[in-house]
């Protein structure tokens, strides 16, 4: 397993999260409706939010239910539509479908399409549907870094909204937890400058969290934890507004340095390294102390958070080493702990090749363990998971992207077949999603499908939903646009889990310079999933849709997505003749293919430049926007920044493999360190061939460190027409 990135996830809790019970009572039998809520109540709130000019003509009530069984009921007359729901945000579920599947507007976290009628339409018959899982969780342990570590409250507020859209009820907030193991350990004999200087930078913190690593981009300041932990009560207080579960980090023993020596009699077992970087101690669970800590712990939890029904913690994540511990033992104090503290409570743990080992399994109540399986489209060879878990309860889960590749693509017909099969066969002890990609905000068409899931009987027929998306996402039929999604369901959305990956290719414009290179992070898969060919006939279908269209943010994102996808695919193509010609010393056809190479390049950059979520400036302004001093604004910087280059120190990035774990095709990383690692190793290859001699060695993260500390200034805005750029693009794979 890779180690930045298959780490995984969170967990999964029960359908009544604190705060729920005002407007989901555990009831044994369905209660009569509840009152509508035109304009108050979380649903309409959101609503009003998200649809300013057409939320007076919704009105929201509430279903009672048993608990576990959430359901939501649409009906209405044009320009009156009434929702009912289990819950605010299954009520906004509903909603959602009906905009989708009867107004054809759509939400996404990747654009929007609200062109609608000054009158909402009617609902010809009542819409109802029931979700057939308890569980829908959403976000991978890594996603507070890898898709914004920095983000603020308007991003989280519009994120929530969406997630509640797309049907989820548990959501795994890691924001603010530094906070808690900040106070918690000055009560067990630490400094409050020590701790700031044991948790690393914010994008850096999941892996903290996951007890590989401790540091690298702090110290943090006391501002930064207030100005976090205040981020962190917003996020949680909304979920429960809206009726989902917030998901909290459990404590399951990592300590900070010299722990033993500072609390006597207590027994720590050394981590080793992880990805270059020494790991933080173990704490014995069995030990008295760790006890103590994780009193702590959840107390100061619940002071700034207040409690939850879900925890998630991975013992021995990722070649943790359990010392002279036995691991049953170690498993069964660690449920003590998280019982003792909030009895009832469900432990997520993560589902990924060996793990959770089946010692811990048996060590612990089965019936309050979810896994969140992270192979479920992954590895063809998972076929029984009750075998597998001991019919532990545990969740299907997808993660089609890693270290927030820009790359389109996932495994959907393994999610058409596979869930409805694995969940309906006898014994199943399926009983819920996850969604957990390594970076949200992307493939927004992989969002809406894989959220379906749950709401759909039988199952899933990919080319009847591949047609209808375009509709949804676009506001109309389109024959162009029907053409071009269904290009997509066969190349980027057609993969599966057959030949053994779940996530699509990244490009080699992001590689470091190889002639040989055949991806640029070290775990991607080495090629292409599909036929680029094929690929290529969905850009000049897009441009082809009818211009009334074409003013939607979703369309701008699809056609900006598909452009650089296309473009992307041409490293691949390239790269190749580029070795050709320099193996041969053609030095005329090298420097007429290199001039090439930079070409597409640019094209890419300026494609990419037209959207605010493909721009580093803005990753970057996100950052130094959290700092209250120069120093820390350019403390904060750097940890952004070394997150999608180098990643860390010079260990992690060449022994640990960790150096464009997290590529992505931005402008300032295309335009900048990527065009200047390509230029500096062509440069060094014409030379060699004039010289007739062997190319010279290149010290890569010295340059890429330097460039991440010292880059030039990029804008935070946007800029260029999208619809220009992609017909260049299309031009230019045409000709």
């Not at 420097?591 to 959207?611: I, N, S, Y």
């Not at 880059?711 to 750029?725: C, E, L, Q, T």
């Amino acid at each position: 397993m890779h180690i930045a990135r298959r780490t995984l996830l969170g967990a999964l809790a029960g359908s009544a999260a604190l705060g729920v019970a005002a407007t989901h009572p555990a009831a044994a039998a369905p209660n009569p409706p509840g009152p509508l809520t035109a304009g108050g109540g979380a649903a309409a709130r959101a609503l009003r939010r998200l649809l300013p000019h057409h939320h007076r003509q919704v009105a929201f009530r509430t279903l009672r239910t048993r608990p576990g069984r959430d359901s939501y009921r649409v009906s209405g007359t044009a320009g009156h539509i009434v929702v009912e729901g289990t819950t605010p945000a299954v009520q906004l579920a509903g909603f959602h479908w009906y905009l989708r599947h009867v107004a054809h507007a759509h939400f996404s976290w990747n654009g929007a399409q609200t062109d609608l009628p000054g009158r909402l339409p009617g609902v010809g018959a009542p819409i109802s549907k029931a979700a057939n899982v308890a569980h829908r969780f959403v976000f991978n342990d890594t996603n507070d870094g890898y898709t914004g570590p920095y983000s603020d409250w308007d991003y989280w507020e519009r994120e929530l909204d969406v997630l509640a859209l797309h049907g989820y009820n548990e959501v795994l907030v890691y924001a603010g937890a530094d906070a808690v193991y900040h106070r918690a350990f000055q009560r067990h004999g630490y400094t409050d400058a020590e701790l700031r200087q044991w948790v690393p930078g914010p994008a850096h913190q999941p892996w903290w969290l996951l007890q590989n690593m401790s540091g690298f981009g702090g110290p943090v300041s006391l501002d930064l934890l207030g100005s976090r932990a205040a981020l962190a009560r917003k996020i949680v207080g909304r979920l429960r507004e809206l009726g989902m579960t917030p998901v909290l980090p459990g404590y399951f023993g990592t300590v900070p340095p010299d722990f033993a020596k500072r609390n006597p009699g207590a027994h720590t077992v050394p981590q080793g390294v992880w990805g270059g970087f020494p790991r933080p101690d173990w704490l014995d669970p069995r030990d008295e102390h760790f006890a103590r800590v994780a009193r702590t712990f959840y107390r100061v939890q619940d002071e700034l958070y207040g409690a939850t029904s879900i925890y998630k913690m991975d013992l021995l994540h990722e070649g943790g080493d359990p010392g002279d511990v036995p691991v049953p033992d170690a498993a069964r104090a660690v449920e003590k702990a998280l019982r003792t503290a909030h009895p009832g409570a469900t432990w997520a743990i993560l589902g990924w090749q060996t793990n959770p080992r089946r010692d811990i399994i048996d060590a612990v109540d089965k019936s309050q363990m979810l896994i969140v399986d992270g192979i479920s489209d992954h590895y063809p060879e998972v076929v029984d998971r009750e075998r597998d878990w001991a019919s532990t309860p545990y969740a299907f889960g997808s993660i089609w992207n890693f270290g927030g590749h820009t790359a389109m693509g996932a495994n959907t017909p393994d999610w058409a077949t596979l869930y409805d099969q694995w969940r309906t066969k006898h014994g199943s002890a399926l009983s819920g999603i996850a969604l957990m990609p390594e970076a949200a905000d992307n493939n927004p068409a992989a969002l809406a499908l894989f959220s379906d899931l749950p709401w759909t009987d039988g199952p899933t027929h990919l080319a009847d939903w591949f047609a209808q998306w375009p509709v949804q996402r676009y506001g109309a039929a389109d024959a162009h646009a029907v053409r071009a999604w269904d290009v997509l369901r066969r190349t980027a959305y057609g993969t599966s889990r057959a030949d053994g990956w779940s996530e699509a290719a990244d490009g080699l414009f992001g590689a470091r310079p190889d002639l040989a290179v055949t991806r640029a992070a070290s775990w991607s898969p080495p090629k292409l999933r599909y036929d680029a060919a094929e690929f290529d006939k969905a850009l000049p279908e897009l441009l082809a849709v009818a211009p009334a269209l074409r003013g939607s943010s979703a369309y701008r994102y699809d056609l900006l997505d598909v452009a650089r996808q296309t473009v992307s695919n041409r490293s691949r193509l390239l790269l190749p003749r580029i070795k050709t010609a320099y193996e041969a010393g053609d030095r005329a056809r090298f420097k007429a293919l290199t001039g090439e190479w930079f070409a597409w390049m640019a094209l890419l950059e300026q494609a990419v430049a037209t959207d605010e979520r493909h721009l580093l400036g803005r990753w970057i302004a996100d950052a130094r926007a959290w700092g209250s001093s120069a120093a820390e604004r350019d403390r904060l910087e750097f940890d952004a920044v070394s997150l999608l280059t180098v990643w860390g120190n010079r260990s992690g990035a060449d022994e640990g493999k960790l150096h464009d774990y997290a590529n992505r095709e931005w402008s300032g990383l295309v335009g900048g360190l990527y065009t200047l690692r390509w230029k500096t190793y062509f440069t060094e290859l014409a030379a060699a061939m004039e010289a007739r001699r062997a190319p010279k060695a290149i010290d890569w993260f010295a340059l890429e460190d330097g460039w991440t500390r010292r880059h030039p200034p990029y804008s935070a805005k946007p800029k260029g027409d999208i619809v220009r750029v992609a017909r260049r693009i299309a031009d230019r794979v045409r000709g």
